[in-house]
């Protein structure tokens, strides 16, 4: 029903459309082409539709084609039930223009909310990466640096070898030194023992070869020597004097 009244609808411009066509071309041919050219190019009709269209249908319709063309294109769409008249439609279509006005409105708000957003998230990554990496250098540096302490005990148990090395050469010249001082000693009680005996010995040897001696003497005979003894220093005095 609705697609007879709006085709019914469009037949009273068409026939208006038709009778102006005939004048038109009953007009001379100047005032045609005046006609068909539109005063300010680049300007839009109803809006949004370009000079430029209603030019090309100038040319090849008249002036009525556009408009004849918008009332057969509504009318076949609703014919058609392309375009649904039903509340559903003009819901989503109000949904439709909510969304791009949305998008238009609060997409660069959005945008850049989302974009700071990521910002510190990235951010937030990048210090936990320059972080991990910092802690990952920090441990590089203290296992270098414990491997230098190790190179350190390394050497350091080479000096302590060395020192308990010297510490047993001091050990061995100690007690080397104890056993010479050992030696000496008894050594030197063995000689001193030698010593003690050789003395004993020639003491009781003259003591014997003494008492020997002043036994074989007579009182008579000990008497001379004596006299001979006097004698003999007062002859040694008296040649010290005269000298």
């Not at 039930?81 to 003009?90: F, N, W």
């Not at 007690?175 to 010995?201: F, G, I, T, W």
Request: charged residues 25%; glycine residues 6%; contains cysteine.
């Amino acid at each position: 029903m609705f697609s007879r009244a709006a085709l019914l609808t469009a037949q009273r411009p068409l026939a208006v459309a038709a009778t102006r066509t005939a004048a038109s071309a009953a007009a001379p041919s100047g005032a045609i082409e005046r006609r068909q050219r539109p005063e300010n190019p680049g300007k839009v009709r109803l809006g949004f539709l370009p000079e430029e269209w209603f030019q090309f249908f100038y040319n090849k319709t008249g002036v009525t084609g556009p408009y004849t063309f918008g009332v057969g294109l509504i009318t076949y769409l609703c014919s058609k039930e392309i375009y649904v008249m039903e509340h559903e439609y003009y819901s989503g279509l109000s949904l439709g223009i909510m969304a791009v006005i949305a998008v238009k409105k609060l997409g660069p708000l959005i945008s850049k909310w989302a974009d700071g957003e990521i910002d510190k998230i990235e951010s937030e990554w990048k210090e936990g990466r320059e972080a991990e990496l910092k802690v990952l250098s920090d441990a590089i540096e203290a296992e270098k640096k414990e491997q230098w302490r190790a190179d350190g005990a390394l050497l350091l148990m080479e000096a302590k070898k060395e020192n308990i090395a010297l510490q047993l050469e001091a050990a061995f010249r100690e007690r080397a030194m104890n056993v010479y001082s050992e030696v000496k000693r008894r050594l030197d009680y063995q000689v001193e023992c030698r010593h003690v005996e050789r003395r004993l010995s020639q003491k009781h040897m003259v003591n014997w070869i003494t008492t020997n001696v002043l036994a074989s003497i007579s009182p008579q005979q000990e008497k001379e020597t004596l006299n001979k003894c006097i004698a003999d220093l007062s002859a040694l005095a008296l040649r010290v004097k005269s000298a």
